[in-house]
């Protein structure tokens, strides 16, 4: 049964602490994207990755960071840089870097400040 | 600046009857298009999508029709369910890009 996996569901940050959330492909997906999404807010693209060992920036890089080392894997560090962290975030993947195939997301990660 | 906008941030429509969920873009250059449906808490699923080549495509009782010249799509849903209650994104890309915009999103409320 393929699709996306993000762990955790709920994760929670002091100030200052860099934090880590997980997503997992197992759709031989090549492309990877993050997504986070605000109250009243779209998608908006943090970063993306059509290739293993190759990511861009997208639209609100700043104060996260990203790898990608394996295909199936596309984990997000959110660092203490990033001032409000508070949102839920969305992975994605699609087959074909070129191509007008539609995304899978994953059920999310929703970070809090404590 | 918003490139795909959705106007409406909620719509109420009772069951059985027709839901129509508007999207306008700015982008001259998009030329694919989708509809993306969300539960509270999980990731958006894919619903529908048209090229620029079509206006009309169907699926079920899901429509999606696109005005080119208007830069307008809309999404038809006939008939509502209650199932059908959730966030709804319209989402569109430009051939050379591939990566979509979306807006920010419709919620839908069927009531029974």
């Known amino acids: 049964d393929g699709g996306i996996t993000q762990s955790p569901k709920y994760l929670f940050r002091k100030e200052g602490q860099n934090v880590t959330l997980s997503c997992e492909q197992n759709?031989?997906?090549?492309?990877m994207y993050w997504y986070r999404q605000d109250p009243g807010q779209g998608l908006r693209l943090i970063y993306y990755?059509?290739?293993?060992?190759?990511?861009q920036k997208g639209d609100i890089a700043e104060g996260y960071s990203v790898s990608r080392e394996k295909k199936e894997s596309f984990p997000l560090t959110v660092t203490s840089a990033q001032k409000n962290p508070t949102a839920f975030y969305l992975c994605a993947s699609r087959a074909g870097q070129n191509s007008n195939q539609p995304q899978h997301f994953g059920d999310g990660t929703r970070l809090s400040i404590l | 600046d918003q490139q795909v906008k959705q106007n409406s941030p909620s719509l109420s429509v009772q069951e059985g009857r027709i839901s129509i969920l508007n999207c306008d873009y700015t982008?001259?250059?998009?030329?694919?298009f989708l509809w993306y449906k969300k539960y509270p808490a999980e990731g958006p699923t894919f619903l529908i999508s048209?090229?620029?080549?079509?206006d009309k495509n169907e699926d079920g009782r899901f429509t999606v029709f696109l005005n080119k010249s208007a830069k307008h799509l809309s999404l038809h849903i006939v008939p509502s369910q209650p199932g059908d209650s959730a966030v709804y994104f319209c989402a569109a890309s430009a051939g050379w890009s591939y990566i979509p915009t979306f807006g920010r999103g419709t919620s839908l409320i069927v009531h029974p």
């Open positions: 982008n001259s250059m998009f030329d694919y």
């Open positions: 990755s059509q290739i293993v060992n190759d990511f």
């Open positions: 048209i090229s620029s080549i079509k």
């Open positions: 759709l031989n997906h090549d492309a």
